[in-house]
Structure formats: structure tokens, C-alpha cells
């Protein structure tokens, strides 16, 4: 028969195992409450030394293209330093915690290179400036205003207003056009005419209307030469100096003078 001191001692046991489960749970549960906490206040703080970042950087007039770069990076940092905060009080140990990211580092490796090539092509975009925030430009078949360079892309906002994100580390390799870089910029057209027109007359007509607009510079002055013969159409060559904000104006509005210019003085336009 089982005595009684056996059974006592056998309940008592399971009754400890209990409390001390119990107990665990607490901790833990207070443990992931002070996390949660943690976590809510912490992002907080990271949104006003963010606020606080912009402001310093902004009395200290600084580059719009370095401050962009700093407040993304700084975000990245202040985040993880959070989440460090976090592992901490849930009881991860720290040489576990980092022999984890480094097990991941050279598990991963390969696929976050690409993220490391982008971080140095941030870097090297702040350095050599090929562009900065403001500028109007073409990378990477995409066109348009630098809103944002950050830690890894760089961010433009297109003519219809879409917004695309570039990963900084192709720029290295490919071609950059910067339209903002020069205060002044060339413009050209190409208009055909049919044989049988007053080349003379069309030449006047054409620089009549660029000497019309003020947007262009008198000097260095518009040019109208005739480009090339074809098998059926005389191509006439224009091109004009004007200020790089005004580009896209103008070069409709003397598309637009030139149709109605023409049609006006009998000029045959060459069509297929």
C-alpha cells in the first residue's frame, strides 16, 4: 500500500512545480507587458529625436540632400537600439543575441549584399553629389524631381505625380542626367516640311516666333538651318537657349505656334 507520507510528499512536489511555473509566467507575462511598454514609449521618444534631428539640422542649414540621408539613417539606428533594449529585458543573452546576427550576416549574406551596395551607393551620391533633392533628373529610364535620398534609395516624384524608389546601388553604374545641374539649357526641334515650300519664308515664320517669346535668350541667338533633304520631306533643325525651369513650357508652346504658324501661311507639314 502507498503510505500517506508518500502521497504527501508526491502533492507537495506537484504543488511546488505549480507555484513555480506559476511564478515564471508572472515574470514572464510582466516581462512582455514592460516590452509592449517599452516598445510604445521607445518609438515615441524615436519620433521626437527625429522631430529633434530635422529641427537641429534645419537651424544649421544644412544640404536638404545630407539631412535627408542622416534622418533615414538615424530612424534605422534609434530603431534598432530599441529593439536591443527589448531583447534585454526579456532575458536574451547579449553574445547570444549577436553570435544570432551573425549567423544570420553569413547566412544571408549573399541576399543582403544588395542592401549593402545600396547603403554605399547613398553614401557615395552624399559625397560626389551627382544630384541633390530639388533637381530634375534621369536615372535609370526613370524621370523626375529628387524628393528623398535615403540610406538606400533614392526617392524622385514624377511629372504625373507618382513616386518611385530607386535603389541606390546601381548609381555607381548607370547613367545620371541631371537637368538641374546648369541654369541654362539648349532646346531643339525638328519640323518637316513638304518639297515645294518657301524654305525662306518657312525659316523667317520659325524665328519670328522664338524672337517672340522672352523666355528665350536673345543671345546666344535661335537657330533655324535646314538638317537634311529626304526622299519626301525637307527636315528644318531649330534650336534655342532658355532657362532649365523652362523647358517643357516652352518647347510645346512653339510646337503649338509653329502647327498654327503654318497652317495659317499655307505651309504643307510632311505626313506618311
Known amino acids: 500500500m502507498i503510505s500517506l507520507k508518500y502521497i504527501f510528499l508526491k502533492t507537495n512536489s506537484w504543488?511546488?512545480?505549480f507555484d513555480n511555473l506559476l511564478q515564471k509566467a508572472f515574470y514572464l507575462g510582466m516581462r512582455i507587458i514592460g516590452c509592449i511598454v517599452i516598445y510604445i514609449v521607445g518609438r515615441k521618444i524615436i519620433h521626437y529625436l527625429n522631430r529633434l534631428i530635422d529641427k537641429v539640422m534645419n537651424n544649421k542649414k544644412l544640404d536638404s540632400s545630407v539631412a535627408s540621408f542622416f534622418k533615414s539613417l538615424a530612424n534605422i539606428l534609434l530603431t534598432m537600439i530599441l529593439l536591443f533594449l527589448i531583447t534585454n529585458i526579456l532575458g536574451i543573452n547579449n553574445s547570444f543575441f549577436i553570435t544570432l546576427l551573425a549567423s544570420i550576416g553569413v547566412t544571408f549574406g549573399m541576399a543582403l549584399s544588395?542592401?549593402?551596395q545600396n547603403f554605399s551607393g547613398g553614401v557615395v551620391v552624399l559625397l560626389f553629389r551627382p544630384y541633390k533633392v530639388g533637381d530634375y533628373i534621369l536615372i535609370q529610364g526613370h524621370e523626375g524631381m529628387v524628393r528623398d535620398i535615403q540610406v538606400f534609395n533614392t526617392v524622385i516624384v514624377t511629372s504625373d505625380n507618382r513616386t518611385i524608389f530607386i535603389p541606390n546601388g546601381g548609381l555607381s553604374s548607370n547613367v545620371i542626367i541631371n537637368y538641374s545641374?546648369?541654369?541654362?539649357?539648349?532646346?531643339?526641334?525638328?519640323?518637316?516640311?513638304a518639297?515645294?515650300?518657301?524654305?525662306?519664308?518657312?525659316?523667317?515664320?520659325?524665328?519670328?516666333?522664338?524672337?517672340?517669346?522672352?523666355?528665350?535668350?536673345?543671345?546666344?541667338?535661335p537657330s533655324v538651318v535646314l538638317k537634311e533633304l529626304n526622299d519626301n520631306s525637307i527636315d528644318i533643325w531649330v534650336c534655342a537657349w532658355l532657362l532649365s525651369k523652362n523647358y517643357s513650357p516652352v518647347y510645346f508652346s512653339i510646337n503649338e505656334s509653329v502647327y498654327r504658324n503654318f497652317a495659317a501661311n499655307n505651309i504643307d507639314i510632311h505626313f506618311q
Do not use: C
Open 195 to 221: 518639297y515645294g515650300n518657301d524654305y525662306d519664308k518657312v525659316k523667317q515664320i520659325i524665328l519670328d516666333i522664338l524672337i517672340a517669346d522672352s523666355r528665350i535668350f536673345v543671345q546666344p541667338a
Open 114 to 116: 544588395g542592401t549593402l
Open 15 to 17: 504543488t511546488k512545480l
Open 181 to 193: 545641374e546648369q541654369d541654362k539649357r539648349r532646346i531643339d526641334w525638328t519640323f518637316s516640311i
